[in-house]
């Protein structure tokens, strides 16, 4: 997988910068993976999508990726590192399987499109409900979502079926010892770094427009190693 090239970069970052982080997430999606439509990117499964802005992400910024996140009971904020390789050796690619059978009901992996179709509803169990017999092939009432073990056996089976369409990670807290998963939200992560370096370039044209008049593709074709220089000697002037 290319990494986008900083004219690029810059393209995803203008086009999803208004866009629901589910639209982002596709985006990023459609341009690691070329070789499938994007008519048929919202209705793949999860893994699939998150399987490629792994690769996108470790392509355009390496496999290591520095990450923070909360305490939920103490607020004491959490640094560590996660390596993209063994984020997917470790996830796996599923058992084989594209359906689910559970008490005589069939389901199949999760898509972006279910997620989208949830996104608005405020109550997390009604969501989940939703969101589960969403992924059912085979039709009929709602009436299993109300029983919780064959919701929970579902949630199973889904996250065996398609690993990767939920990164979870174990984390312990060192100032009180909490433990708990949280998830790894590779859309929107990839997304930051994306919005980060956009920021970064723009603010280099800038300053070399300003200096020396030049356009911002003139300025994009050089390297950044040849940038660099020329921001060095605007900074000394």
Known sequence: MRAPSEAELLALWERGRTRHPIDRALLLGGFARPDLPSSRLPDLPLGVINTALLGLREASFGPRIEAYLDCERCGERLEFALDSRQLLAC????????????AGFRFRPPSSRD????????DVETASRKFLDRCRVDGGNTAWTEDADLRAEVE??????????????????EACGH???????IGALLWEEIEAR?????????????????????ILALSPERRAIYLEMVDAS
């Open 115 to 122: 997620l989208a179709a949830v996104a608005g509803e405020h």
């Open 198 to 218: 956009a920021r970064a370039l723009l603010t280099e044209v800038h300053r070399l427009a300003r200096a020396y008049g030049w356009t911002e593709p003139e």
């Open 91 to 102: 996830t796996g690619q599923g058992d084989g399987r594209s359906e689910l059978e559970v």
């Open 179 to 185: 433990r708990w998963v949280a998830g790894l939200d």
């Open 156 to 173: 199973a089976g889904l996250e065996a079926l398609d690993p990767m369409a939920d990164i979870a990670l174990e984390l312990a807290c």
